[in-house]
């Protein structure tokens, strides 16, 4: 019973090259949600997808970040043209349906950690 | 504007002894409180959630309590043991259609020996 798998685990990257990270919610999830955290800082909701639409961006920069949650495969988080400010511990998190209202537990995976050199 | 805080950034207490986490909030009407344990490294890792019409929740040597009036949730560890040495996370769910979690900055928990 694999839970929330993201890769890689560690970036490294210099500036002004893209970021691309993979999250693969749990088996049966359709909820897919990124989360930023900065060093010293709490975690920051960025973005919140079902499968093939983006349901809330509202935490995502407007610049330079998209998301993505096709039919087959996994959520991509995607930076381009990283700067130094974005480097963080990047968590993605799954929660299963549920019916209109309700909150479903969030799991998280083990994160990506993004460093720009 | 809407804020959560947890009470200390740190915490230490003697093993054996309960732990007392505190979550504060203001201008939120969160309907579902959620803690989390976030080891070095590791991603958070779910522990309870609390609807805001139940009062105390138990899991084990964990109990949650949630407040609206005082706009509070306390996280106890009875009896605690070194291994519960960790960050431990609350995070808000937002009354409405948001799903998303608005998280706490953590209180990080030491339990000496």
């Known amino acids: 019973n694999a839970g929330v798998m993201q890769n890689p685990r560690h970036l490294v990257r210099r500036r002004g090259q893209e970021a691309r990270l993979r999250c693969s919610p749990v088996?049966?999830?359709?909820?897919v949600y990124w989360y930023r955290q900065l060093p010293e800082e709490g975690l920051k909701f960025m973005v919140y997808?079902?499968?093939?639409?983006?349901?809330?961006e509202s935490g995502m920069p407007k610049e330079r970040f998209s998301a993505e949650f096709p039919k087959e495969g996994p959520s991509i988080l995607r930076i381009q043209q990283v700067v130094r400010g974005d480097s963080a511990a990047y968590f993605c998190?799954?929660?299963?349906?549920?019916?209109?209202?309700?909150?479903?537990?969030?799991?998280f995976g083990p994160g990506t950690r993004l460093l720009v050199l | 504007s809407q804020k959560i805080e947890q009470n200390s950034e740190a915490l230490n207490i003697q093993e054996g002894k309960t732990a007392t986490l505190t979550c504060n909030y203001t201008n939120y009407s969160p309907a579902y409180l959620q803690w989390y344990r976030q080891d070095p490294g590791r991603g958070p890792v779910f522990l309870l959630l609390i609807r805001e019409n139940e009062k105390e929740k138990r899991k084990e040597r964990l109990k949650v309590t949630f407040d609206t009036t005082l706009k509070q949730s306390l996280f106890h560890i009875t009896a605690s043991q070194p291994a519960d040495s960790a960050t431990y996370l609350c995070a808000l769910h937002r009354s409405g259609s948001a799903r998303q979690l608005t998280f706490g900055s953590g209180t990080q928990l030491t339990v000496l020996p």
């Open positions: 997808l079902q499968k093939e639409n983006i349901i809330d």
């Open positions: 088996k049966g999830h359709s909820h």
């Open positions: 998190a799954s929660s299963r349906s549920v019916l209109a209202g309700q909150k479903e537990t969030q799991y």
